[in-house]
């Protein structure tokens, strides 16, 4: 079993929706990050969070320490949101070195 | 905002060549750098950690002597895939971190193929 999880693996969106992508792990973590890899490969860090709730724009990251569980929300989806969205844990004892999920493919149609 | 500039984006190579990717930092300085390689339609995975001045620390299962990473300075780090293997071929990808806690900025990634 992979230390962090991802749901759903791919999801179709019409433009306009609201989007949520999950993530859980099994390990203990100083942070998460959420990333966006587009399809020419680069990637963009979009959150960290060790706590609470993060908001950028139309993004929206949250975290539950407990549950051991984030949630990557997307307001008002556009085509232009299309991409893979990965979850990924930063180990307990502040290496910086991260785990990551499979990854999210989001599609957002027109 | 912060940017990390790897190349070649894209290369292709010889069985039994070696190849070198190149990530920079171009406006900050990196103290640690990370290599990572993802395979299609996996996860990335990290390879190595290199911290500028000393040697790099390897992943279980990475060859270091197959994978080898140079951080001579805190704004560049290479990574020279020596030798290189069919089985080699895969999207390579840089990040680094800043001072700042917790910025990790990501190269754009190299695609190698070895034919």
């Known amino acids: 079993k992979n230390e962090v999880e991802q749901s759903p693996q791919n999801l179709t969106a019409q433009e306009g929706e609201f989007i949520t992508i999950n993530c859980s792990y099994s390990v203990g973590i100083s942070a998460l990050h959420w990333l966006q890899q587009h399809p020419g490969g680069g990637i963009v860090s979009l959150f960290m969070?060790?706590?609470g709730k993060k908001k950028h724009g139309r993004l929206i990251a949250t975290i539950n320490i407990q549950e051991k569980h984030s949630s990557l929300h997307i307001t008002a989806s556009h085509p232009r949101d299309s991409a893979v969205y990965i979850c990924?844990?930063?180990?307990?004892?502040?290496?910086?070195?991260?785990?990551f999920g499979k990854g999210t493919k989001l599609t957002v149609n027109p | 905002g912060a940017v990390v500039s790897q190349h070649p984006s894209w290369v292709i190579c010889k069985s039994g060549t070696s190849v070198k990717i190149e990530c920079r930092s171009l406006d900050f300085q990196a103290t640690t750098m990370f290599w990572y390689r993802q395979f299609p339609k996996q996860s990335l995975m990290l390879m190595a950690t290199?911290?500028?001045?000393?040697?790099?620390?390897?992943e279980q299962g990475v060859e270091k002597d197959k994978f080898l990473i140079n951080h001579a300075s805190l704004t560049l780090s290479t990574l020279t895939v020596t030798s290189a293997h069919p089985e080699d071929s895969s999207f390579y990808i840089c990040s680094a971190a800043g001072f700042t806690r917790g910025k990790l900025f990501f190269g754009s990634g190299t695609q190698l193929s070895v034919l």
């Open positions: 969070l060790s706590s």
């Open positions: 990924a844990v930063e180990l307990q004892g502040g290496s910086e070195k991260l785990v």
């Open positions: 290199s911290n500028e001045g000393s040697k790099a620390t390897y």
